[in-house]
């Protein structure tokens, strides 16, 4: 008898064309589903995601648009049994925003957050060597469930130099950070100072995300936009993308990654962020 599937992995069967021959695979491709999140009643975002911590994903999606401040501000929480609406009810009133920004992330990404407006940069003091940012890359691609499974999914991980705290997987990379702060949240684990990992390219709203968590180093495995190196330049966040086995770029904020305090120049930086 077959293993059942993960939750967000749905069974399927593909026909293979390889070396001339044709063979039919019984397998597994992600699962996606319109997820649509009411607050006090009335219908605040629709987007799609993967049918995977829903919940987690309402609540990390109110604290990054401002909705709320904790979990104290929430009285009540529900799933529906389709798994295709959460209803959070909270403890005070909230003013509907009349526009919303459609993103570039996958899974059609929403934010109602200025990405324009100031902020302070991050005064966080972690440092982390280049060992630890492959070792954790390593252990966090390792931990991914779906991914070996279905390919077409993203996933985040929520760690410090030494360890892995979270991991959580969408087919919306966007939706991944949100079911991280979600995550921890519940969990009662502090964000702030803390690394993020991920499989998506780091775009603005991947970065104010990452910024309003109080996270002030985020690595990929792809690129960074040029929204996103100016604004972590601006708000002093490292990012890293493009990692490979044994090797990363750094784009902006090098001082954190051991081994480049001492090229923290201009030229320097510029050297560093162009490492092939």
Sequence with gaps: MPEPLPP???ATSYHVYERGQWSQVESAIVDEVTLCVHVNGKEL??????????EAMAIGFLRAEDFIEGLHDIEMIELSHSGTCVDVWLRKPVTMPQRAIQTSGCGGGVTFDD?????????AQIAVSPDQIVARYQEFAAAQTLYPLTRGVHASALCTPEAILLLAEDVGRHNTLDKLWGKAMRQGIATDG????????ISSEMLGKAAKMGVPVIVSRTSPTSRSVALAQAWNITVA????????????????????????TPTALAQAADLK
């Design 115 to 123: 990405l324009t407006r100031q902020r302070p940069p991050l005064a």
């Design 194 to 201: 803390c690394m993020i990992m991920t499989t998506g390219r």
């Design 45 to 54: 975002a629709t987007y799609q995601c993967s049918p995977v911590d829903q």
């Design 241 to 264: 993308g493009y990692f490979r086995r044994d090797g990363f770029r750094v784009y902006s904020a090098p001082e954190r990654v051991l081994g480049l305090l001492a090229v923290s």
């Design 8 to 10: 967000g992995a749905f």
